[in-house]
């Protein structure tokens, strides 16, 4: 890559953490990205590219053989590519924002169309199955319960959850809280009913068990029995594993609490607008995507609301 293109590489990833806050998973995605159209640019034209080497057709030979390869690099392809696109896209655009060029040759660009599969979810009943198997009173299964307690109420992103700290906790009272910094470094409060308060209670009292004050990760919630704090890998296998102890389930993963969490508030009759802000949704739009209503709930709504059902129940 010329000296030049990889500054402008380097500048944007800058701005992409700092002015638009994206989460450092983001800016690794897309410093691989450039990484990697840089190597096939490099390939195709028989030197390191310089920016105005770029074009249109170099972009979309490199985006269709990624195609061609079926997304082998990681992910499915639709959505591999996806995030190239946004990827070349967010250079191009901060090259133009710094004047460096006039024209966006990645500006036409089109990402595919995602097909998004239903989230796994459980009902209500199977839920509580699960979060029972945790049952045993040592401190490392006082920690799980808490953590799918917590997992369920507040519908906690398992990164939020892993990266929670005891000062960021208020457990005083009926109802307590958790301050949890989610996508874009975006800090919100989120309730934690009177299940999950008992739980957390539970486990704090005995979390010195596990705890060594001469780590830094003392402060964390959730430990780990060496002491630090717990990842997000070893939340998703622990997870996993009351999934299948509880409900026979291998699939289920920290992501199905959270959904299952606003599934059941929105049956239960919360509004789009409190699960959005509860789960830290930026748009209503991705609230919808990862809600829905059981069937029943459906036909009771439609009972309720439909002048022609009212009048069919009324004839009955």
């Keep these: 890559m010329s000296e030049l293109f990889e500054r402008a ?3 944007m990833l800058l701005d992409l953490e700092g002015e638009r806050r994206a989460s450092r998973h983001t800016v690794a995605a897309y410093r691989r990205d450039l990484v990697q159209f840089q190597r ?11 920016i105005e080497e770029v074009d249109l057709p170099l972009l979309r030979r490199w985006l269709g053989e990624i195609a061609r390869r079926g997304g082998h690099d990681g992910g499915a392809a639709s959505s591999t590519i996806g995030r190239k696109v946004a990827s070349v896209r967010s ?3 901060h090259l133009q924002r710094r004047r460096v060029l006039t024209e966006n040759p990645a500006a036409q660009l ?3 169309r995602l097909r998004r599969p ?3 979810f459980l009902d209500a009943e199977t839920m509580g199955e699960v979060i029972e198997t945790a049952a045993a009173s040592d401190v490392e299964t006082l920690r799980d319960r808490a ?7 507040g519908g906690l992103r398992v990164s939020e959850l892993a990266g929670l700290d005891i000062g960021r906790l208020e457990l005083d009272g009926d109802l307590g809280s958790a301050r949890v910094v989610g996508k874009g470094n975006k800090e919100r409060m989120v309730p934690l009913g009177s299940k999950s308060l008992a739980a957390l209670r539970a486990y704090l009292a005995v979390r010195h068990e596990l705890e060594e004050p001469t780590r830094p990760e003392h402060h ?12 997000v890998r070893r939340i998703q296998e622990m997870v996993k594993r009351y999934g299948v102890l509880g409900a026979g389930r291998a699939d289920l993963h920290p992501h199905a609490l959270r959904h299952s969490c606003a599934t059941h508030l929105l049956d239960g009759g919360a509004d789009l ?10 748009t209503l739009s991705v609230t919808q995507r990862y809600t829905h209503t059981s069937i029943d709930g459906l036909i009771k709504v439609y009972d309720r609301a439909h002048p022609l059902a009212q009048k069919r129940v009324a004839r009955g």
């Design 118 to 120: 239903m989230p796994v």
């Design 110 to 112: 089109k990402a595919p």
């Design 273 to 282: 607008r409190s699960i959005q802000e509860l789960l830290g949704h930026s």
């Design 220 to 231: 964390a919630v959730f430990l780990s029995a060496r002491g630090q704090r717990l990842g």
């Design 91 to 93: 250079l191009f655009r």
């Design 9 to 11: 590489c380097e500048q």
């Design 147 to 153: 953590i799918l307690e917590t997992l369920y109420a």
């Design 40 to 50: 096939f640019a490099a390939e195709c034209l028989g030197h390191a590219p310089s």
